[in-house]
C-alpha cells in the first residue's frame, strides 16, 4: 500500500475518534455511535489489508499505526454502544405520575380549604 493511504487511514481514524469524543452528547447519541462503530470497522479492515501487503519499512510502520487507531477507535465505538443500548431510560416523569400529583395537589388544596372554614 501507499504510505499516503497509509498516513490517510492513520488521519481519518484520528480525526474519527476525536469526532467522536467531541461531539457525543448523553442523549439521542445510539445513531451516531452506530455509524462511527461502522466507520471504525471499515478502518480496522482497511488497516489490517494495509499491514499485511505493506512492502517497506516505512509502509510498516504507518500501516501499524493505522492499525492501533483503527482497533482503539473501534473498541471505543463499541464499548460506548453498548454502554448506551443497556443504559437505563431517563427517568422522567409519565403520564401517570403527573395525574397523581395533580390528584394529590387538589386532595391537599380541599382539605386546607376545609380546616381554614371550621
Not at 448523553?26 to 488497516?47: K, M, N
Not at 517497506?56 to 460506548?80: D, I, K, P, R, W
Request: contains cysteine; proline residues 3%.
Amino acid at each position: 500500500m501507499d504510505p499516503t493511504i497509509a498516513a490517510y487511514v492513520v488521519l481519518l481514524a484520528l480525526a474519527l475518534g476525536l469526532t467522536g469524543a467531541l461531539r457525543a452528547e448523553r442523549e439521542h447519541c445510539g445513531r451516531g455511535l452506530l455509524i462511527v462503530t461502522t466507520l471504525a470497522g471499515f478502518l480496522v479492515v482497511a488497516a489490517v489489508s494495509a499491514l499485511l501487503t505493506s512492502q517497506s519499512a516505512l509502509e510498516l510502520v504507518l500501516s501499524t499505526v493505522a492499525v492501533f487507531f483503527a482497533a482503539q477507535a473501534a473498541a471505543t465505538a463499541f464499548l460506548l454502544l453498548r454502554q448506551e443500548v443497556h443504559a437505563e431510560p431517563a427517568d422522567e416523569p409519565d403520564e401517570q405520575d403527573l395525574l397523581d400529583e395533580a390528584d394529590r395537589e387538589r386532595q391537599f388544596a380541599h382539605e386546607r380549604t376545609g380546616k381554614e372554614g371550621a
